[in-house]
């Protein structure tokens, strides 16, 4: 299954204040995130960015929101799928294949993966731009959507993939964002 940007949309899971620090390697972690959404950008690729009671974890880090400004759909629910604003949003995009990205890989991406498995859509979990607290859960959380029928890929290989031919300005903007 080849990814394209036409039927892609992406959904950045929960980078918020509180709960990024905790996380296994944080900085790359963010560092990846902001690729990822830089690169989304400059691809149109529409994204999503979700909130986990930010009441309690804060909000989004400053990092993302000043590369996706976008008002986030705030949840309590571990799966964006069991927020009704999120789905009709996303059902809105008219997009399949949803890219995933954020915190924690075994709880919120992990709920989020198999739901929208569930509901038809194909799931690509970009493994380098979403974490947790320990290596082995995240691990495990990518072993389970493996099996579930997600795909996993990376922030470098998705770009490139969505790209789709060198050679051209939008190429040369992504190979920029990936050095």
Request: charged share 25%; proline share 6%; aromatic share 4%.
């Amino acid at each position: 299954m080849r990814v394209s940007c036409d039927s892609t949309s992406a959904v950045i899971i929960d980078v918020q204040e509180r709960l990024l620090p905790v996380m296994d390697h944080p900085e790359e972690t963010l560092s990846r995130i902001v690729a990822l959404v830089r690169g989304l950008g400059i691809l149109e690729v529409p994204m999503i960015m979700t909130e986990q009671y930010p009441k309690g974890l804060g909000p989004t880090v400053s990092q993302v929101t000043a590369v996706l400004p976008a008002e986030p759909v705030v949840k309590s629910a571990f799966s964006c799928c069991d927020d009704s604003y999120f789905s009709a949003r996303l059902e809105n995009l008219g997009c399949k294949t949803v890219l995933l990205a954020g915190i924690e890989a075994h709880v919120c991406v992990l709920q989020t993966t198999v739901d929208l498995l569930e509901r038809g859509y194909m799931p690509v979990v970009v493994a380098d731009a979403t974490s947790s607290r320990t290596p082995r859960d995240r691990d495990i959380a990518f072993r389970r959507m493996e099996v579930e029928g997600a795909r996993l890929t990376t922030v470098e290989s998705i770009l490139f993939e969505l790209t789709r031919e060198s050679g051209t300005p939008l190429f040369k903007e992504i190979s920029r964002l990936v050095k």
